[in-house]
Each structure stands twice: as C-alpha cells, then as structure tokens.
C-alpha cells in the first residue's frame, strides 16, 4: 500500500502532472492566452512604438512628468492621481474625480496604466489608437487636469532642467518642448509599466509556476468562455460588443454607451485583484460578483459561486511584479513658472 | 611676478581663506546656526523619540501608510497628497486643499514634511508637539482628509498585508492597530525625511562646501538679523511673534492669528527654493520678495535688491540630500476594506 502511493505520488509529480499541465499551457494558447514576453528583445518590439521609441532618457523624464502636478490647472492633479502606481494603477473610487472634485460626466471609472500598452485601443470607448494620443487627453479635460497646452509648454519651458532634459533626450541643444512632446515622453514611461506574473512562466514553460488550483481555475476561466473577451497579452484591451450595457444590474448608472458602435474596450485582467471596483461605471467592488455577472451578461452562461471562487484564484496568479519606481525628485518652479489656479 | 602669484594663490589656498571660513563657520554658530549632524548615531539622537523608536519596519510601514490615499474618507488623499516628496514635501499652492476640494478655512500654506522634525512645534499655530500627534491632525480634518478614526481602523485591520507589518513591527502577534499606531508609524517614516546640504557640510567643518557667493550670501543672512528666527538645525521651528500678521501687504490673505499669544512657528528655510509659494498663508511667490519683506516687517531693517539676492543665492545651498525613496506597492483592499466616500 505505501509502495503503491510512492509510485502514484512519483507518477503525479513527473507524470500526469507535467502533461496535464502541458495540455493546459496549449489549452490556454488555444485559447488565444499569451504570455508577456521572458525575451527582453521581443518584449521591447512589443511595447515600442517606431513612430516614439523607448529610451533611457525618455523613460526617465517621462517618470518625471507622470508624478508632477504641475501639468494640471490647479498644480494638485498628476496622472498617478488617477492612475497611482502604488495601488494597482488605479484610483480605487467608482468614478474618475479631477480638478473641483468634478466627476466624469459618463461615470467612467479609471482603467490602469499598467499593461495598458497590450490594449489594442485606448479609453472605454477606444478613441485613442495609442498611449501617445491618449495622454494627451486626461491632462486636458475639465474634469481631470483641466490643463490647457499651453499651460503645459509653459510651465515645463519655464523649468530649465526639463528643458535641459528634452534637450539631452531629443539630442537636440535647440529642442523646445511642446505639449505633443510631454504626452510623448509620458507614453513612452507608461509603455515600460508591464507587470510579468506567475501566469507569463506558467504560459512560458513553467510548469511549477502555478498551484494546482490557480491551474483549475485557469481551466474554468477558458471552458465558461471568459476567453472570448479576455485574451491576448493583455487579457484585455479588444473593442467587443457590451450588450450588457442598458440591460444588466448596475446599467443605470452613468450613460456610457460604448462607441458609435456600441463596442466598449474589455479592460485587461492583470492585477485585477488590486483594482477594484470593476467595469465601466466601477459599480462591483466583489470579484466573485463581476465575473458572475460577466458570465450571465456577457457569455449567457451561469457561473456558480465554487466556479466564481476558482476563478478569482486563479486571478491571483495575474497580480505581476511592478517596476521598480524610486520616486522622483521634481525641478523646482521658477518665478516664470505660471501660477496654478485652484478654481 | 609669477613666483608672488603662486605665493598668494597657496596663502590664499591654504590661509586667507581658510581663516576667513572658520571664521564665518564660528561666526554662524555663535548666531545659533546648526549643521545636520554628520555622525550617524549623532544624527539618530536628534530625530528619534524615545516613546516612539525609529526602527526599519516602522519606516518601511510608516511610508507605505504616508502614500496610502485608502486613509482618506474620499480614498483619494494621501499624506503626500499635501505633503509631495517629490516637490520639496509640499503641494505647491497658496492654500492647503483637500476633500471635496474645500481649502484650509484660515488660507494655510502647507508647510513641508521634510526636516519637520527639526521643528520644535507642529502647525503653524503650534498646538502640536511633535510629529505622532501632528499625524493625527490632517486625517481627520474636514478639508483636509476627512476620515473618522473608526475609518482609517477599519482600512487597517481590513488589510492583512498591514495588520501583519503591524504586528511585525511591534513584534507582537496578536497587535490590532489602532488609530493612534497608524499616526505613530507615519511619524517614524517622517523622522527620517531629513535634507542634509552643502550648508551642513559646511557647518561641519568643509569650507570648500560653499562658493564664495554662497558665502557671502551667509554672512549678509546672520548680519541683517534672519537668524534670530530662521536659526538652530531647522533653520526655523521656533514659536515667534508675528506682527506682521494683520499689518504688511499680503495680510487681509486668511484670517489666521497664531497661537493665544499671537505667536507663529517659524518655517524652516531648507528647500526653500523648491517651496514655494511663502507664508502661512502663501501669499508671496517670488522668494527675494519673501525675503525683502520679512526685513522690513520683522526685523525692521531694509534689505536691498542686491542683499536679497545674496541671500537668494546661499539659500541654494540649503537644497539638501533627499532620502532615496521606492514607491511602494501598497497591498490590495478586500471585501471588508470600506468603500471610499466621495461625498
């Protein structure tokens, strides 16, 4: 009997277990799942943009202008405000709060920052094609940072070590930095905040990479159809069909209708169990509740509580490890930097 | 002619101006001024409190609560929200603004954290002696923070990551933090945010740690009187009176009246350059102009165009050494962790 467990372990532990796994790992690419790269070379062709490369220097002064409130109307707002690098890349309220405490109008909730580089399209609604476009937005908009580009090409040119800073980056004595210029450098920090999980080694050959159960969960998560959605890179980031939107529990709150199509970006699944509360409108705060729904809503099939459980474990194995970010220390103002204005 | 220069340039080198520097070196301490000390365990004297012990877990706790915004009843608002480390430990508006956008009622500046603990009293007006029970104000003031202490409690203990730093901390396993413990770890965090400058340098005996500008700049700053307030390792942290309050330019700005006795605390001068605006209540912009008016209002004394560059220039040297600083990845709130509040 103690024999026969021995080998049954023995066969479990270099048996069974490896090929079940390995039928997962196809499985899940199958599926569409695919790892964040372990290659660094093929990371980076990933995460580039041709059009603005990634660069040391860029990626430092765009740290920099990602933590300074000084871009925003009232010099109180930056974009970690909303998309704080120390919480997941989130606010954690249900609607994005800017400058007077304003709300946005639709009751959006903000998406992360993190991996929001694998999303194939940028805001809930997808109107921005990349994060160059996309930061542009927030920093403009009345009720986020309220900011004019002028106030934001003003402020850095009224700061020599920024300017000195695009200069040293552009390899140009004469570059005079423009409102294009610090949505770009801010783009090019964002394209470097991915956050490789358990889940990437599982995906890249790592068969120990998850437990037994966050590997059960995985499978429930593609046979329940979760996957449709939810794939890629980002786990995230297409523009699909949110019928759900006008029909299901929490609808009435907010008036967001998606595109002129009525398709909404599926936000990814990365860190999700940092970012609460979740969908559109940030009206679930409980996991367990979201993934319900989406089944019911999305997919048309229930999704028990044990499956729900199983699930959400294996969402644990999606919480990635962050770059490290030493916090910046900010050129100071000068008397020509343009005073901000609270109202 | 070249043997008389090479003379002159040694005896300037190795004797004139080294005089001339301990003597200025003795000259500013016999005004009361104090260098950061150089010495460690010197150092760990002036900024720990024995009923509070700095210690590395407290630290380590103590920064991830000081950028935690889940403190706040709105979970938007940090201490650093206020109190920027990247932007000299202060916001860099007139007026401290916070939940629901509501300013200070009397127009307050936000002082900076960094170096307060060489403060002798906490707030403008005082009333605080120390950091652990400065930390308790601004968490529950209305238009700062705006949290109960029930609230921050329950955020705490709804966290296990914290409630085990907690008890690791205290190396006690069965600690339940309490408000008081959160507001204590939050000042040990504080204690350590000191700036040591090319001025401490100086002070502790390396005359080539100054220009000669800055220098001169020194000698203008003791002789026009600034340091019979700005004086001791803070620069400033003493209670004054304030008689300007009510009667220079900028004074119908608040209604604030300091202490019982109408006296104000001294703001440090460390950073000063990278603190703007100036006052208690913010009103100037332009620190030349800072200086010239604190002459004439508080010391009764001109202080020219020329002088108030001087001392322009050797506040300069007062930018200290930030404390190298990771942002922290906070942990993720749970089911029981309470929602924020907008409202």
């Known amino acids: 009997m103690k024999k026969m467990a021995l080998t049954l372990t023995i066969f479990s532990l270099f048996g069974i277990s490896s090929i079940a796994s390995d039928t997962l790992i196809e499985k899940a690419k199958n599926a569409g799942l695919k790892p964040i790269p372990d290659n660094q070379a093929e990371l ?8 603005n490369p990634i660069t040391e220097k860029k990626v430092a002064l765009g740290k920099m202008l990602y933590f300074d409130p ?13 998309h704080n690098l120390a919480t997941g890349g989130v606010d954690g309220v249900d609607v994005a709060t800017g400058h007077k405490w304003r709300s946005n109008p639709h009751h959006l909730n903000s998406p992360t920052v ?14 921005s094609p990349d994060l160059e476009d996309q930061a542009q937005g927030p920093i403009q908009a009345a009720p986020e940072m309220a900011a004019t580009q002028e106030h934001v090409e003003k402020v850095i040119n009224s700061i020599p070590a920024y300017v000195e ?4 980056a552009y390899n140009d ?37 998850l437990t037994e159960e966050e590997k059960e969960g995985l499978k429930v998560f ?35 209708k998606g595109d002129k199509n009525g398709l909404v970006k599926t936000p990814t699944l ?10 559109h409108n940030g009206a679930v705060w409980d996991i367990k509740e979201a993934i319900k729904i989406m089944g019911e809503t ?43 204005d609270l109202h």
Chains 1, 2 share one sequence.
């Open 44 to 51: 980076y062709q990933l995460i580039d943009n041709p059009k």
């Open 70 to 82: 000084r871009l925003s109307k009232s010099g109180l707002i930056s974009c970690n405000s909303c």
């Open 114 to 127: 993190y991996n929001a580089v694998f999303m194939q399209k940028q805001f809930w609604d997808g109107r």
């Open 165 to 168: 800073a695009f200069k040293d």
């Open 173 to 209: 004595p004469n570059f005079k930095p423009t409102f294009k210029d610090v949505a770009d450098v801010i783009a090019v920090f964002e394209r470097t905040l991915v956050t490789p999980s358990r889940y990437d080694d599982f995906l890249n050959g790592n068969d120990k990479a």
């Open 222 to 256: 593609i046979d329940k159809g979760c996957v449709s959605c939810h794939n890629g890179v980002g786990l995230g980031g297409s523009m699909q069909p949110f019928p759900a939107v006008g029909t299901y529990k929490y609808a009435n709150i907010g008036d967001f």
């Open 270 to 279: 990365r860190n999700i169990l940092q970012t609460r509360p979740y969908f």
């Open 298 to 340: 999305q997919l048309g099939v229930k999704i028990s509580d044990e499956e729900a459980e199983k699930i959400k474990t294996f969402f644990g194995a999606l919480t990635g490890k962050k770059p490290e970010i030493r916090y910046p220390e900010l050129p100071a103002s000068t008397n020509d930097t343009p005073k901000p």
